[in-house]
């Protein structure tokens, strides 16, 4: 009996240690593994070149080499302006403007003033565009500089107050140039970069992705189709370069939505779509020619759609006319709300307006009208913004 118990312990003991020098030898193995993979992995994520817009071993892209080619092209801009004054120091009280008005009553007093922002050379010949509110309205000298920290006067060719564009051009040649991309290409969550000079800080790179495009009525321009980024644009990055992970320039930097006064993660840039059109008209004509309308439009509110009959806001509602215009002898009327233009579905006044500056000087266009409930369609002719008459 005694035998017979003393054997089952050694039995029970015996496999006892023969299951804890298993675990060991798993768990060892294990480990083993472990080291033996990783070192692989390591060598031939370190073997394989960055790519623009790839993954790199630290988990975030790698723009590295597009960056160093694009801050290339991008320059400083400069702008001395002279700004009107009044004298007296009550002229912005309104309790004194009540009685006085806008008149510089008590004299007035010029003053220098810099504005700083940032421009992309877009031809290798000095060709170098920014933002018009860059370069200010009464702006008496211009300057230039490279990522050479050359300096250099510019001259202004144009500029489009209704996109926020401008076109300067300086006597240099063999400049290092930003390729132009297709906006249109631009898909939202794409990466881009935003290269300026925000708060005078040179050649700074900022990175983040497309947030939106086609952004409108955000009070920036009279004409706005912007894309929207998170990259970080601050002041002084306007009319810099917004680029895609190709390095071509998709954008220019107009603008910043802050309750702050800087970074929120809401830019604005005017797509290079636009803006290469922009500048090829002011280079042949040395402004921007747009169709216009010899009518007056605007919002289509809630209790306006109530009033005119019509279930929907899209569209825009015909207020103002001259009885001997030529839309009017069309038969237009203030009251109908234009739905379509040319075919094309009008969602806001915003959009019409777009439509009608892109369409061709001189061509006739089909608006889709909608009158007591009836829908007409009316041909009215697309005149030239020079030679309109004006909206009253």
């Known amino acids: 009996m005694l035998r017979r118990l003393f054997l089952s ?6 496999g006892f240690v023969a299951g804890l020098v298993l675990t060991g030898r798993l768990r060892t193995a294990a480990d083993s593994r472990a080291d033996t993979v990783a070192p692989p992995a390591a060598a031939a994520a370190s073997e394989q070149p960055a790519r623009p817009g790839a993954v790199a071993t630290l988990g ?4 590295t080499r597009i960056a160093g080619q694009a801050v290339k092209g991008v320059a400083n801009i400069s702008s001395l302006q002279i700004v009107h004054t009044a004298s007296s120091p009550l002229a912005n009280d309104p309790f004194f403007r009540y009685f006085f008005g806008d008149d510089d009553a008590f004299g007035a007093r010029d003053r220098r003033s810099l504005s700083l922002g940032s421009g992309v050379v877009v031809s290798p010949d000095g060709y170098v565009i920014t933002n018009n509110h860059v370069v200010g309205e009464n702006m008496r000298e211009i300057t230039v500089a490279l990522p050479n920290r050359k300096e250099i006067k510019g001259k202004v060719i144009g500029t489009d107050p209704a996109t926020d564009i401008a076109l300067l051009k300086i006597n240099v040649s063999g400049l290092p140039v930003v390729p132009w991309g297709d906006s249109a290409q631009l898909k939202v969550g794409e990466w881009v970069l935003a290269i300026g000079s925000p708060f005078q800080l040179n050649q700074t790179v900022t990175a983040g992705i497309v947030s939106a495009t086609g952004r ?6 009279d004409y706005e189709d912007f894309i929207q980024t998170d990259a970080a644009i601050n002041p002084g ?11 071509e320039l998709v954008g220019i930097n107009t603008g910043i939505f802050s309750q702050s006064g800087g970074y929120q993660g809401i830019g604005f840039a005017v797509p290079s779509n636009l803006a290469r059109h922009v500048i090829d008209e002011l280079m042949k004509y040395g402004e921007v020619q747009r169709g216009s309308i010899d009518f007056r439009v605007d919002k289509l509110t809630p209790d306006l759609a109530d009033e005119v009959g019509v279930s929907s806001t899209q569209g825009a509602l015909v207020t103002r006319m001259l009885r001997n215009s030529a839309s ?3 038969g237009l009327r203030p009251g ?9 579905k009008i969602d806001d006044v915003s959009h019409l307006n777009r439509l009608v500056a892109d369409a061709k000087i001189g061509s006739t266009a089909t608006l889709k009208v909608v009158r007591g409930g009836r829908t007409l369609d009316i041909k ?3 005149v030239s913004t020079k030679t309109s008459r004006p909206r009253r």
């Open 60 to 63: 975030g892209p790698d723009f």
């Open 328 to 330: 009017y002898d069309a």
């Open 237 to 247: 990055n306007s009319g810099g370069a917004l680029i895609n992970t190709r390095g």
């Open 336 to 344: 109908d709300v234009i739905v379509a233009f040319n075919g094309q």
């Open 216 to 221: 409108q009525n955000v009070g920036f321009a």
């Open 9 to 14: 312990c050694v039995l029970v003991v015996a």
């Open 380 to 382: 009215i002719p697309i």
